[in-house]
């Protein structure tokens, strides 16, 4: 009944269901990765929340040469809870603008901060509104603190797409926190991460950490396997049909198959007529 499956084009569709349903299972595999990253994010989000911080260089490898910066911590690393002592320097002051909180766009004020070895690390003090004037009017920010301070903030890894680095009003000005060309601009060696201030100072807004969507990932986990599943099924669904005569092919084939037999009959007949006749000619 199922021998038409050994046939070319039902060994081309059994292929193609196949290699989609590796194809699907491989995508919700991926997704399934995606989702246990985002999770173990959230998870070191939460343990930042209420944990204690640790010194900022059991986390992150010291820097080198001055206007460079140091290794990046990795994603595993993100979100860590540390502290550094240190002296502000404001003449290297950072602002990037562009900064979205609670729907309001803004500026994030970055300083960094002088360790007692000369390295320095930026530190993300919160966000402030734009002046009077318009989304990308130069802010009034507080000043940073003089002499020494201790500061505790999450690690923040260096975002990925740089932007052009101008000076305005006595800052630095960017787009995008690049540590790489930051480094370049500042006299000193620059650690490969920033920090957001977890208890800014007044006047700043607290940057809000937001948490992965993970569960999305969970769902596209589910629904590339349920589509896998589903190819297999359809190809399975449509060779029975095939077998019980239930596609436009297999009712085409059965006619064939009677045309066949009604001249192979005919064929038949008219050589017994012929024979039968000569059987009675006199001698």
Do not use: C
Request: charged share 20%; proline share 9%; aromatic share 8%.
């Amino acid at each position: 009944m199922y021998r038409f499956l050994l046939t070319p084009r039902w060994l081309a569709a059994a292929a193609l269901a196949v290699t989609a349903s590796v194809v699907m299972v491989f995508l919700g595999n991926w997704q399934l990765h995606r989702y246990h990253e985002r999770s173990a994010i959230n998870d070191r989000i939460d343990a930042a929340a209420t944990g204690s911080p640790v010194p900022l260089t059991s986390v992150l490898t010291r820097p080198g040469a001055p206007g460079k910066t140091g290794p990046n911590p990795g994603e595993a690393l993100a979100w860590t809870k540390v502290t550094v002592t240190g002296r502000y320097d404001p003449a290297h002051e950072v602002q990037a603008r562009g900064r979205t909180v609670d729907g309001s766009v803004g500026f994030e004020i970055l300083t960094p901060l002088v360790l007692a070895d000369g390295t320095a690390v930026l530190i993300d003090r919160g966000w402030v509104p734009p002046a009077s004037g318009g989304a990308v009017a130069a802010p009034v920010a507080p000043p940073a603190p003089a002499g020494t301070v201790t500061v505790v903030g999450q690690v923040h890894r260096s975002e990925s797409k740089p932007a052009p680095i101008g000076h305005r009003d006595g800052r630095l000005d960017t787009r995008r926190v690049s540590l790489p060309r930051l480094a370049a601009e500042m006299p000193y060696p620059l650690y490969g991460a920033y920090l957001l201030a977890s208890s800014p100072e007044p006047g700043f807004t607290a940057i809000p950490i937001d948490h992965e969507d993970a569960w999305q990932n969970g769902g596209y986990t589910v629904q590339w396997w349920l589509f896998a599943l589903m190819a297999l099924l359809a190809f399975a669904w449509q060779a029975r049909k095939e077998a019980h005569g239930d596609t436009p092919g297999a009712a085409r084939d059965r006619v064939s198959e009677a045309d066949r037999a009604a001249s192979d009959r005919t064929a038949s007949d008219g050589s017994a007529a012929a024979v039968v006749p000569a059987a009675r000619r006199p001698e």
